[in-house]
């Protein structure tokens, strides 16, 4: 429960997996602590009048108020929404401080794991505005044809519109006005996904059945960058001009074929370097690969340029299928299969059926426990993790490492800047055993 316009001063010492300052309230001395406060908004080094939104035994969750000392690395948001938009939460912390504080948060994260100075940062000089090129916004559309499109305000289901976005690229934000001009397509609410390749942008309206109005409707939307569009409604799907986009971001590897509603990256320039990164980590020349939570191949397309085989495994048939066609077209040694991991993966634990080399980029859920410790039965040389949720990476990087795998590399990307999500990537190798001969 939460007590009536609980309002505190709050010293801010730490930041949160998930962004928010950590601190705990200002007391006179000789008094008790008090319980720690999770503070959104605030940052470390900073003191704040936080208000209360939920209290526990332990802790409690708030919103800054006010600002009563600011840290060095508080800044003026590059947006005028920033305030009120809850799709970048990280506008007021200067790009350079959002890289360390990212650091900072998988290290306090995987403490107990490794040391935490063995949590290193990737560096680049990419943008942090104008990069995203995938987007999921929310639209509601008045009777007049009027339609307010945007992201929702923070922690609330209230629509902020958003005429322009300074984290998009900018032939998104063109195709998006474009949307906005052709309001009849749409339902009275819902969401638009956006993909682009740098030129071209495709959109995906969920919700949309793809009757014949609504069809000549897209039609008539095209242009100006935009090509297509794929209307999905109950069962039906149907695509409005080319709703399939090459992504090619990383140079000499096959391009992936998505669209706007497969996952994809949203920074192409620090994918490259992530894609990069993982392919040298795995060290997989001449070695056979199994890949888990594959998506339509990352990763894939890059590993089976230099793995004897690669098996790739994910559970969303589309994307499977995209990945089989890729393969295909490039001569790449991919074996892709729809299942599921957990299966897979207890299965090979069974049966003794081991791979030189895995890699797995699971989402938020992480592989969980007892998957983490069939994976360390079935991997033999080396594991490559690629996690967006800190937390989950460690409780199953725990479970490798008592099951005899040791932690070697730690790298962060800040894939997402303005926001505190966070790209992790743990290299593991496994421990030598006593009296046994390296495997």
């Given at each position: 429960?939460?007590?009536?316009?609980?309002?505190?001063?709050?010293?801010?010492?730490?930041?949160?997996?998930?962004?928010?300052?950590?601190?705990?309230?200002?007391?006179?001395?000789?008094?008790?602590?008090?319980?720690?406060?999770?503070?959104?908004?605030?940052?470390?080094?900073?003191?704040?009048?936080?208000?209360?939104?939920?209290?526990?035994?332990?802790?409690?969750?708030?919103?800054?108020?006010?600002?009563?000392?600011?840290?060095?690395?508080?800044?003026?948001?590059?947006?005028?929404?920033?305030?009120?938009?809850?799709?970048?939460?990280?506008?007021?912390?200067?790009?350079?401080?959002?890289?360390t504080l990212k650091q900072r948060i998988v290290a306090d994260q995987?403490?107990?794991?490794?040391?935490?100075?063995?949590?290193?940062?990737?560096?680049?000089?990419?943008?942090?505005?104008?990069?995203?090129?995938?987007?999921?916004?929310?639209?509601?559309?008045?009777?007049?044809?009027?339609?307010?499109?945007?992201?929702?305000?923070?922690?609330?289901?209230?629509?902020?519109?958003?005429?322009?976005?300074?984290?998009?690229?900018?032939?998104?934000?063109?195709?998006?006005?474009?949307?906005?001009?052709?309001?009849?397509?749409?339902?009275?609410?819902?969401?638009?996904?956006?993909?682009?390749?740098?030129?071209?942008?495709?959109?995906?309206?969920?919700?949309?059945?793809?009757?014949?109005?609504?069809?000549?409707?897209?039609?008539?939307?095209?242009?100006?960058?935009?090509?297509?569009?794929?209307?999905?409604?109950?069962?039906?799907?149907?695509?409005?001009?080319?709703?399939?986009?090459?992504?090619?971001?990383?140079?000499?590897?096959?391009?992936?074929?998505?669209?706007?509603?497969?996952?994809?990256?949203?920074?192409?320039?620090?994918?490259?370097?992530?894609?990069?990164?993982?392919?040298?980590?795995?060290?997989?020349?001449?070695?056979?690969?199994?890949?888990?939570?594959?998506?339509?191949?990352?990763?894939?397309?890059?590993?089976?340029?230099?793995?004897?085989?690669?098996?790739?495994?994910?559970?969303?048939?589309?994307?499977?299928?995209?990945?089989?066609?890729?393969?295909?077209?490039?001569?790449?040694?991919?074996?892709?299969?729809?299942?599921?991991?957990?299966?897979?993966?207890?299965?090979?634990?069974?049966?003794?059926?081991?791979?030189?080399?895995?890699?797995?980029?699971?989402?938020?859920?992480?592989?969980g426990q007892t998957e983490s410790a069939n994976l360390a039965e079935?991997?033999?040389?080396?594991?490559?993790?690629?996690?967006?949720?800190?937390?989950?990476?460690?409780?199953?990087?725990?479970?490798?490492?008592?099951?005899?795998?040791?932690?070697?590399?730690?790298?962060?990307?800040?894939?997402?800047?303005?926001?505190?999500?966070?790209?992790?990537?743990?290299?593991?190798?496994?421990?030598?055993?006593?009296?046994?001969?390296?495997?």
């Amino acid at each position: 429960m939460v007590r009536p316009m609980t309002e505190q001063v709050i010293n801010v010492s730490s930041i949160a997996h998930g962004g928010a300052g950590i601190g705990r309230p200002e007391v006179a001395e000789g008094e008790p602590a008090g319980p720690t406060w999770f503070v959104e908004g605030a940052l470390p080094d900073e003191k704040v009048l936080a208000k209360a939104t939920h209290e526990a035994k332990r802790f409690v969750r708030g919103n800054v108020v006010k600002i009563l000392e600011a840290a060095p690395s508080r800044v003026e948001p590059p947006c005028a929404l920033a305030s009120t938009c809850g799709g970048c939460s990280w506008q007021h912390v200067a790009v350079a401080d959002q890289a360390t504080l990212k650091q900072r948060i998988v290290a306090d994260q995987l403490r107990g794991v490794v040391q935490p100075s063995d949590v290193v940062m990737h560096t680049d000089d990419a943008p942090a505005l104008g990069y995203r090129r995938r987007a999921r916004m929310h639209y509601e559309r008045d009777e007049d044809g009027t339609v307010r499109l945007g992201f929702f305000a923070t922690a609330s289901r209230t629509l902020v519109d958003v005429p322009q976005c300074a984290v998009l690229v900018p032939v998104l934000d063109k195709a998006l006005a474009r949307l906005r001009d052709h309001g009849a397509l749409l339902n009275p609410r819902g969401e638009v996904h956006a993909l682009t390749d740098g030129t071209d942008v495709v959109l995906a309206l969920p919700g949309i059945k793809p009757e014949s109005a609504q069809v000549k409707l897209a039609k008539a939307a095209l242009g100006d960058g935009l090509v297509g569009i794929l209307l999905r409604g109950g069962r039906q799907t149907h695509s409005v001009g080319r709703t399939r986009l090459e992504i090619a971001d990383v140079p000499g590897v096959a391009p992936v074929t998505a669209n706007a509603l497969a996952f994809a990256q949203a920074n192409a320039a620090r994918n490259a370097a992530l894609v990069r990164h993982v392919t040298l980590s795995a060290r997989a020349e001449g070695a056979r690969v199994l890949e888990l939570f594959c998506g339509a191949g990352n990763f894939t397309r890059a590993l089976a340029k230099v793995a004897r085989r690669v098996w790739a495994l994910d559970e969303d048939r589309e994307m499977i299928g995209s990945l089989r066609t890729l393969a295909e077209e490039h001569h790449l040694p991919i074996n892709a299969k729809r299942g599921a991991v957990g299966s897979l993966l207890a299965s090979m634990a069974k049966n003794d059926t081991t791979y030189d080399v895995v890699v797995l980029d699971p989402s938020r859920r992480g592989l969980g426990q007892t998957e983490s410790a069939n994976l360390a039965e079935v991997a033999t040389s080396r594991i490559v993790y690629v996690s967006c949720d800190p937390a989950t990476l460690a409780r199953d990087l725990k479970v490798l490492v008592e099951k005899g795998w040791s932690v070697d590399e730690v790298t962060v990307f800040d894939l997402m800047p303005m926001t505190p999500e966070v790209e992790t990537v743990a290299v593991l190798t496994r421990k030598a055993r006593k009296g046994a001969a390296p495997r």
